[in-house]
């Protein structure tokens, strides 16, 4: 009876402890909230100025209670209903406020058992572009002007073509077909160049960089608003000539009140529309030029 005893004592004691164990294990903290990269789009060709966006996941291992963004001491969003985890957090914010501007945004996640979890980021939304005007000479008896957004100025072919540095900085190819009277730019790149101008062998030359080029679906001052609406209009370009396939490396019939973009080799993207188009070899073709900055 005893040893039956001294059983009974001894499951009570197992019981006891694993329950002092299991209740321990269900009372550990679990982490505070997290956070993933925050994601960032704005600016529309169509609404240049508006439809910025933010994007963050939050994941909270005790559920969450709520997330809020402020930009500075201004609350932007706050969410503290139908949160699971994890949990996909957007805001927008008014272009006045950020247009081109650099703002950092702090965003706060709490969980169910309080614990708290804060982030920040920083972005400039939209970002200028730089104006500049092109005034590329007549090229009369079949020489070419080439010109750099760089620099912003037109070059003669004779005068690049030991100058490998150069090279490398120019844009666009200028050229003027008097028979058709058609006006042409293309990347120093492009095949028909070495083809139309044979004698300059210096077109074979690696240090020519390619430059493409594309028609903008939408007005010069939409696509040009800012550096996102200028990304927006080279992503939504179409081709800028009718070659089976279009070639991106040459425009082959500039047309005044068409918004043509480009993208060079460095990098960097913009956009350009005839002011004055010759109506023949000897005058000047004048560009309207913006480009995201060197």
């Not at 009876?1 to 329950?19: H, I």
């Not at 804060?118 to 009369?140: H, N």
């Not at 009277?181 to 083809?195: K, Q, Y």
């Not at 007005?219 to 209009?233: I, V, W």
């Amino acid at each position: 009876m005893k040893k039956f005893a001294f059983y009974l004592y001894a499951l009570a004691a197992l019981t006891v402890t694993f329950g002092m164990t299991s209740c321990g294990d269900d009372e550990t903290a679990k982490p505070a909230p997290t956070f993933g990269a925050v994601t960032y789009s704005g600016g529309t060709v169509a609404a240049p100025n508006k439809g910025y966006t933010g994007s963050v996941v939050v994941t909270g291992e005790a559920g969450l209670k709520s997330v809020e963004v402020k930009r500075g001491a201004t609350v932007i969003k706050t969410v503290s209903t139908g949160l699971t985890s994890p949990y996909t957090f957007t805001f927008s914010d008014s272009a006045t406020a950020v247009y081109d501007t650099a703002v950092t945004y702090t965003f706060t996640a709490t969980d169910n058992s309080s614990a708290t979890s804060t982030t920040t980021s920083k972005i400039t939304w939209g970002g200028s572009v730089t104006p500049q005007a092109a005034d590329l000479e007549g090229p009369v008896n079949g020489d070419l002007i080439l010109y750099s957004t760089k620099s912003n100025s037109e070059y003669r072919l004779a005068a690049t073509l030991n100058n490998d540095a150069l090279k490398g900085e120019i844009d666009f190819v200028y050229t003027y077909f008097a028979n058709s009277r058609i006006a042409v730019i293309s990347s120093a790149t492009d095949a028909n160049n070495s083809s139309n101008f044979p004698t300059y062998t210096q077109w074979s030359s690696a240090s020519w960089k390619e430059t493409q080029f594309g028609v903008a679906p939408a007005s010069f001052d939409y696509a040009t608003a800012n550096q996102a609406t200028l990304a927006s209009a080279w992503a939504g370009a179409t081709a800028p000539n009718t070659d089976t396939p279009p070639t991106k490396t040459r425009i082959t019939n500039l047309a005044a009140g068409k918004t043509y973009v480009f993208k060079n080799a460095a990098g960097k993207v913009g956009a350009f529309q005839v002011t004055t188009l010759p109506a023949s070899a000897s005058e000047h073709l004048l560009l309207s030029v913006k480009v995201t900055p060197y």
